[in-house]
């Protein structure tokens, strides 16, 4: 079997002899992209056995940050294929556990070398866990919906707690009006300055609330995982509308229209009162991320972030007072306004004092809570 080679390369001349030395060698190039973020993109769509990653490249996310995404979202083997051979790159390449490093120029040689013993390691490894962030849904025994009622939409609004007890019927026609849409990586479904015209609960990957800055900069506020209805009380705020949101990463949302929402609102003011308690306990969850981000240091800011992350994305361990976080170091630079590299030497500081497990690519293991909550004190 052919293996496929997704090559990453800004040079366009520099990526056709790649892909004809490649070719020549039987191996088969299913693409050739310029950046990062396309690099991110196709690893999903074509899934290659293997990937040539340039370090420079076009766009904002280099070939470290986007072999950190695709080795924790598709465990794809990367060879880097680079003229950058100095400590510090070295250093934060090491970090993405690479399958090989190639220094231009190279021999054909070299190259094929490095892609047999990236598919020899890859094979011999242990198979990674699965771990897939998606809404869990447990429907009721017994329950009969009425024919044309669908049954994943009906169960996944029930599940939303200002919900909670709204009778079947109005449960229903809002999912008869629910819409299941597809988020990809950085694609927004909200902008900043506009009135949403539907709400939207997140049922697999995750969103990120952006806020910009007066000087044109983004910053991450806040990130919303499956379960999270922050998009159903953002349609029903009258005063939110400074705030975009975007896929961080390939999402799927149940969206439902805002004048649905409302209509049951004013018929039900049970609901109406837990949508205003919600919505101060979310902006209250905001203004504490916030306060924790206003450190000058960086290194407060980033404890600052794990520590608000933690109650919402943790998933637990064998340890009540571990917790690990699904987010790559790239992702956790976005939310505290910080560059990928400075979170990485961040983070590796917190390990090798004990206080984080990062041996897992796009997992951040929190070994001690209360230590970690030490430290920002």
């Known amino acids: 079997m052919t293996t496929k080679v997704l090559v990453v390369e800004d040079e366009g001349v520099v990526a056709l002899d790649i892909t004809q030395e490649l070719e020549s060698a039987g191996y088969s190039v299913v693409g050739h992209v310029a950046s990062g973020e396309d690099a991110v993109a196709k690893a999903g769509e074509l899934r290659p056995q293997v990937i040539l990653m340039d370090i420079h490249l076009q766009g904002?996310?280099?070939?470290?940050?986007?072999?950190?995404?695709?080795?924790?979202?598709?465990?794809?083997?990367?060879?880097?294929?680079?003229?950058?051979?100095?400590?510090?790159?070295?250093?934060?390449?090491?970090l993405t556990r690479p399958y090989g490093y190639v220094i231009k120029p190279f021999e054909p040689n070299e190259l094929r070398a490095n892609i047999e013993i990236a598919l020899h390691r890859y094979k011999a490894a242990p198979?990674?866990?699965?771990?897939?962030?998606?809404?869990?849904?447990?429907?009721?025994?017994?329950?009969?919906?009425?024919?044309?009622?669908?049954?994943?939409?009906?169960?996944?609004?029930k599940s939303v707690s200002v919900f909670e007890g709204l009778p079947p019927k109005e449960l229903q026609d809002l999912a008869n009006c629910a819409v299941v849409q597809d988020i990809g990586a950085g694609e927004f479904i909200s902008m900043d300055g506009e009135r949403p015209n539907f709400g939207f609960m997140v049922l697999s990957g995750r969103l990120a609330v952006i806020k910009s800055t007066t000087q044109g900069?983004?910053?991450?506020?806040?990130?919303?995982?499956?379960?999270?209805?922050?998009?159903?009380?953002?349609?029903?705020?009258?005063?939110?509308?400074?705030?975009s949101v975007r896929g961080q990463v390939d999402a799927r949302v149940l969206a439902i229209p805002t004048a649905n929402l409302r209509s049951v609102l004013e018929k039900n003011p049970t609901v109406y009162r837990r949508v205003a308690v919600e919505l101060m306990q979310r902006n209250r969850r905001s203004n504490d991320l916030a306060l924790g981000l206003a450190?000058?240091?960086?290194?407060?800011?980033?404890?600052?972030?794990?520590?608000?992350?933690?109650?919402?994305?943790?998933?637990?361990?064998?340890?009540?007072?571990?917790?690990r976080i699904?987010?790559?170091?790239?992702?956790?630079a976005d939310l505290t306004g910080t560059t990928p590299e400075t979170a990485i030497r961040v983070t590796k500081n917190l390990e090798r004092e004990g206080l984080l497990d990062l041996t897992k690519p796009g997992v951040i293991?929190?070994?001690s809570l209360e230590q970690l909550k030490g430290v920002a004190e």
């Not at 972030?305 to 571990?322: E, I, N, Y």
């Not at 699904?326 to 956790?332: G, I």
């Open 127 to 157: 198979a990674p866990e699965e771990e897939v962030e998606t809404l869990v849904i447990h429907g009721e025994e017994g329950v009969t919906l009425p024919t044309g009622v669908d049954e994943f939409k009906y169960e996944a609004i």
């Open 365 to 367: 293991k929190i070994l």
């Open 217 to 243: 900069k983004e910053l991450t506020i806040d990130l919303l995982i499956p379960g999270d209805c922050t998009g159903i009380l953002r349609a029903l705020d009258p005063l939110e509308t400074d705030t």
């Open 326 to 332: 699904f987010l790559t170091r790239k992702e956790l």
């Open 295 to 323: 450190h000058s240091r960086v290194e407060s800011r980033i404890v600052a972030a794990l520590l608000a992350l933690a109650p919402r994305f943790g998933r637990p361990t064998t340890s009540v007072d571990q917790t």
């Open 60 to 94: 904002e996310m280099d070939g470290i940050a986007a072999a950190e995404q695709i080795s924790s979202r598709f465990n794809i083997p990367i060879i880097f294929v680079t003229a950058h051979a100095d400590e510090s790159t070295l250093q934060r390449a090491k």
